[in-house]
């Protein structure tokens, strides 16, 4: 099973409808975050988190919200989806006690489509 | 503005040479860099980092050089093998914290066999 889940995976959807993204995971890691990947814009931080109080923007967060209802767990949503929110997201976790590596862990990623 | 890019957007490669991704960086108060490899319907995955104390880092078959003269990165991978077909990513971070990643654009690698 990955370690960082994504669901769902594809979602297709009308402008103005509510999004829910879901993101959960099992490292153990206390930082999550969410970014969103469109063709030749590379990765862009939406939000972010670094404990269960802990919310951030990131580069890009109007229109957008979260939620971390746990350490395991971090939601994206979309209150009113309009087209140009259409692109691949990840979810990602960090763990600062892993020595010198600022790695980020990534989930499979979700494919949204607004109509 | 503040930016990290890529050299070249496509990199094709004949299968066991060497491959050389490039990325440039503006930010001078940059600390910390890492390169991705992100598969066809994957996630990215961390490859190597570096810090802006050093200028050479190796792992398994990659090497990252930083030149912080000229605020360039490159990722080099020895002995390049299908397997190593896919989108590479710089990022850089400047802000003391892992939110403050800043990703670039991508170079796609090809190895042809």
């Known amino acids: 099973d990955a370690d960082v889940t994504q669901t769902p995976r594809n979602r297709i959807t009308k402008t103005g409808k509510r999004i829910m993204l879901e993101c959960s995971q099992t490292?153990?890691?206390?930082?999550m975050y969410w970014y969103r990947q469109d063709p030749g814009l590379g990765l862009r931080l939406i939000y972010y988190s670094f404990d269960v109080k802990d919310i951030n923007k990131g580069e890009i967060s109007d229109g957008y919200s979260v939620s971390r209802q746990a350490q395991a767990k971090f939601s994206l949503s979309l209150e009113s989806a309009i087209p140009n929110q259409t692109a691949l997201y990840f979810c990602?976790?960090?763990?600062?006690?892993?020595?010198?590596?600022?790695?980020?862990?990534f989930g499979e990623g979700s494919r949204l489509t607004v109509l | 503005g503040e930016s990290v890019g890529l050299h070249l957007p496509t990199l094709s490669v004949q299968e066991g040479d060497n491959s050389i991704i490039n990325c440039a960086y503006s930010?001078?108060?940059?600390?910390?860099f890492i390169w991705y490899k992100q598969e066809s319907g994957k996630g990215p995955q961390f490859i190597i980092d570096?810090?802006?104390?050093?200028d050479k880092r190796q792992g398994q078959r990659v090497t990252v050089l930083l030149n912080k003269t000229v605020k360039h990165l490159s990722l080099q991978i020895a002995a390049t093998q299908p397997g190593d077909s896919a989108v590479y990513f710089c990022?850089?971070?400047?802000?003391?914290?892992?939110?403050?990643?800043?990703f670039g654009k991508g170079t796609k690698l090809s190895v042809k066999p």
């Open positions: 570096i810090r802006s104390n050093m």
């Open positions: 490292k153990g890691h206390d930082r």
């Open positions: 930010n001078s108060a940059s600390d910390y």
């Open positions: 990022a850089e971070n400047y802000g003391g914290s892992q939110g403050n990643l800043i």
């Open positions: 990602a976790t960090s763990d600062p006690g892993t020595g010198e590596t600022g790695e980020l862990f």
